[in-house]
């Protein structure tokens, strides 16, 4: 059974720090999204990592994946408030089913 | 403008009242499927569709129907809503080919209660 676990569950920092949220899946697989939600919103597309050793960035976000160590890490730089929201990393079986992390809620503090 | 369009936004509802929440895509993607969202649960897939007149089961199917009878339209049927399906849900589409194959574009959610 495929399972996706993200941490930390809940993110706290100042403006300008640097942090980065880890997105661990339980079987093999080489697709890995990540999207985020603002309060009361639906669910915007962020990055899609295909391959192994895949990086992505924009602006402040950049999004890396091992599929040797069944791992995503989606990075933070120089945090500001505008990138408060929930974050959720998904992983596509291979059969068109997707699971999600639980999400990882950031808050930025001025 | 691409968009995944669902309808109704907010929906209150009695224990064993049938309704049906549309979906319906305007960027002809084959793949369409629904979550439901829960706090502290993440996302979880209840149905998905490949193309027309495909569809299977995802981790959460108990109590929902779907169907696909057009490519841009794929609507949750509860045929008995209960309780527990008080949620928020979410309609999705992607393609299943190009660059950035299977990257989901989601609806704008529906906010179902069930009393």
């Known amino acids: 059974e495929l399972k996706v676990e993200q941490n930390p569950l809940f993110l706290s920092m100042q403006e300008g720090k640097n942090y980065t949220i880890y997105c661990n899946y339980s079987?093999?697989?080489?697709?890995l999204y990540w999207y985020r939600q603002d309060p009361g919103k639906s669910l915007e597309s962020l990055f899609v990592?295909?391959?192994?050793?895949a990086v992505k960035q924009e602006g402040r976000l950049m999004a890396s994946l091992d599929t040797k160590a069944r791992l995503s890490t989606l990075h933070i730089t120089a945090a500001v408030h505008d990138l408060s929201a929930t974050y959720f990393c998904?992983?596509?079986?291979?059969?068109?089913?997707?699971?999600f992390g639980t999400g990882t809620r950031l808050k930025v503090l001025a | 403008e691409a968009q995944v369009t669902q309808n109704p936004r907010y929906l209150i509802t009695v224990t064993g009242k049938k309704l049906t929440v549309t979906c319906s895509q305007n960027?002809?993607?084959?793949?369409m499927s629904w979550y439901r969202q829960d706090p502290g649960l993440g996302l979880r897939q209840i149905y998905y569709?490949?193309?027309?007149?495909?569809?299977d089961k995802g981790d959460v199917p108990e109590g929902y129907k779907v169907s696909r009878k057009e490519k841009r339209n794929f609507p949750l049927i509860l045929e008995s809503p209960s309780p527990n399906q008080t949620s928020l849900y979410f309609c999705?589409?992607?393609?299943?080919?190009?660059?950035?194959?299977?990257?989901?574009?989601f609806g704008p959610g529906t906010r179902l209660t069930v009393l």
């Open positions: 999705a589409s992607s393609s299943t080919s190009g660059g950035n194959f299977r990257e989901q574009f």
């Open positions: 079987t093999t697989s080489d697709r």
């Open positions: 990592l295909l391959s192994n050793g």
């Open positions: 998904a992983v596509d079986s291979g059969t068109y089913k997707y699971i």
């Open positions: 960027m002809n993607h084959e793949y």
């Open positions: 569709s490949m193309n027309v007149e495909v569809t």
